[in-house]
């Protein structure tokens, strides 16, 4: 794709199998990608660092060393995140683990967006790409509800974004993958019963349920210059299962 190779960019959530797979798309573009995770960061051909995207301190330095041994950042794409591994109903669920779910989803979307605008504004311009979910546009099938809330937040984010960057060349777009077989949710998926699965494809156009490259595709597309025009947009990557004007 246009407009990627010699970038440079920052993936959060890069341990995970999405975030994995876009930061392995993005460095077979040609781009300089950097691996951001709490975890320890795996994919080939990129810078890793661990970092807590809740934690705003550190994500700034982060960002400010990036640019230091850089000289510019282009591109940002947002994908850490998770629905944690509580199912409570609402009048169950205690302050901090709606905390730590929105910290996680929310937070760390605007401490990473916070920390780089500055240097795309410096070199010019760049885009963003939040990850949602298909949570953020209807309900979670998990049931956690700060889960829901938060993804619906990373695309009002999104939009509120791209409003106030567009003046500085600074693109802000959203994918909102479905039911992906990725960490975790992969072990979700293989544990309902077959009729659940069966009925759950039966509302899937494409009758199959996402793999972690399908979401690399449409997050290289909002970065790359093919979406020059496009800002302030959130698009489905879930087989047709939600269908949104």
């Not at 798309?25 to 807590?52: F, I, K, Y």
């Not at 974004?161 to 567009?166: D, K, V």
């Not at 693109?171 to 659940?196: F, K, M, Q, S």
Request: charged residues 20%; negative net charge; contains cysteine.
């Amino acid at each position: 794709m246009t407009g990627i190779s010699g970038a440079v960019a920052v993936v959060t959530g890069a341990a995970g199998d999405i975030g994995r797979a876009i930061t392995t798309a993005l460095v077979a573009e040609g781009a300089r990608a950097w691996a951001l995770d709490v975890r320890e960061p795996d994919a080939d051909g990129a810078a890793g660092r661990r970092v807590d995207v809740t934690d705003s301190a550190a994500v700034t330095r982060t960002f400010a060393e990036i640019e230091a041994a850089e000289g510019r950042l282009d591109f940002l794409v947002n994908c850490a995140g998770g629905p944690g591994a509580r199912r409570d109903p609402i009048d169950r669920v205690p302050d901090e683990d709606w905390r730590a779910v929105v910290a996680l989803n929310l937070d760390g979307v605007f401490h990473c967006s916070r920390a780089a605008v500055g240097a795309m504004k410096r070199c010019g311009g760049g885009a963003i790409v939040n990850i949602s979910s298909g949570a953020g546009r209807t309900t979670s099938r998990t049931g956690v509800q700060a889960y829901a809330a938060a993804k619906a937040g990373v695309i009002g984010l999104t939009r509120q974004l791209a409003r106030e960057l567009g003046p500085a060349g600074i693109r802000v777009n959203c994918v909102a993958p479905g039911l992906i077989l990725a960490d975790p949710t992969r072990a979700d998926w293989e544990g309902l019963p077959d009729g659940e699965r069966r009925a759950f494809l039966d509302g899937v156009p494409l009758g199959r349920v996402g793999e972690a490259g399908d979401i690399a595709g449409p997050a290289l597309f909002f970065l790359s210059a093919a979406s020059r025009y496009v800002t302030g947009q959130t698009i489905s990557a879930d087989g047709g299962a939600i269908m949104l004007g």
